[in-house]
């Protein structure tokens, strides 16, 4: 079987030692070295997490297949605290819709299934140090590419359907930024570093959609303490800042954003 082919429910039955030995492979194929084969538990199962060096870049394996991607808001209800938060961010003007749920609607993607490729992710995104047309030619130079929009969701989600990475609650007693031991801080199923901090906005090859943050939109405008987490959530594409990256305003800010580089089979 081609590494391409990997299914994250293949990857899912592997013992240890068959981890690693995939492991070895992935990083023989791209001429890299294994830096870490370790087990977690993800999803009510073991998940193998695996780290390849290469060119002094550290990438984690991402088993594709077939996935769901999106938000499930139909079998989705906000807690009351959720409710109650983001009523108070609707008195003082922010968000979108009479309520929660319909602010979701706009913010994230639907609910689908896609077929994925298994990929390398770099488990920092870096920043751009040209404008997002020129990016693409940069790490073509360095035999690498950008993630696409579903790859990236898949790599920040795991799997999981919940609003976060980590789950569907959030801290509602402090924003994320500066908030050093909230669940953001914490390495991803696939030991990627992502979605950490909502002053980061990770582009990819879809230009209607941006990841991982809002530049930092919802924390200085003081939408209040939902709406700020909420740039994390796995599916959010942030359309609002999407124009933003996009459009005039953008052109000269290219720095302040940034990309996760793909390295394929």
């Known amino acids: 079987m081609s590494l391409t082919d990997l299914t994250l429910h293949q990857w899912r039955t592997f013992d240890p030692l068959t981890a690693r030995r995939t492991a070895q ?16 538990e993800h999803l009510g199962a073991p998940l193998h997490r695996v780290r390849i060096e290469r ?24 807690t009351p605290e959720q409710a109650a ?10 968000g979108y819709g009479p309520d929660l749920r319909a602010h979701l609607a706009r913010e994230l993607s639907a609910r689908r299934s896609v077929h994925l490729a298994t990929v390398l992710m770099a488990v920092e995104d870096e920043n751009l140090t040209e404008p997002p047309a020129d990016m693409l030619d940069v ?13 990236w969701e898949h790599a920040c989600g795991a799997g999981a359907d919940t609003l976060f990475r980590w789950g569907n609650d959030c801290p509602l007693d402090r924003i994320p930024y500066g908030d050093h031991v909230g669940p953001q801080n914490q390495l991803n199923a696939f030991g990627l570093h992502i979605a950490y901090d909502t002053y980061r906005t ?5 230009v209607t959609a941006v990841h991982g943050g809002d530049g930092g939109e919802s924390v200085c405008g003081g939408y209040g303490h939902l709406l700020a987490w909420l740039p994390l959530a ?9 124009e933003f990256v996009y459009g005039p305003d953008g052109e000269d800010m290219y720095e302040d954003f940034s990309a996760r580089p793909v390295l394929t089979f």
Do not use: C
């Open 25 to 40: 492979e992935a990083a023989d194929q791209v001429g890299g070295r294994v830096t870490l084969v370790e087990t977690t």
């Open 85 to 94: 938060d983001y009523a108070e961010s609707l008195e003082q003007g922010f």
């Open 139 to 151: 790490l073509s130079a360095r035999g690498l590419r950008m993630p696409s929009s579903d790859e």
């Open 234 to 242: 796995t599916a959010n594409r942030n359309p609002s800042m999407v």
């Open 202 to 206: 990770e582009l990819t090859s879809d």
């Open 55 to 78: 060119n002094g870049q550290e990438f984690a394996l991402i088993p594709g297949g077939p996935v769901s991607l999106g938000f499930d808001l139909d079998n989705w209800q906000p």
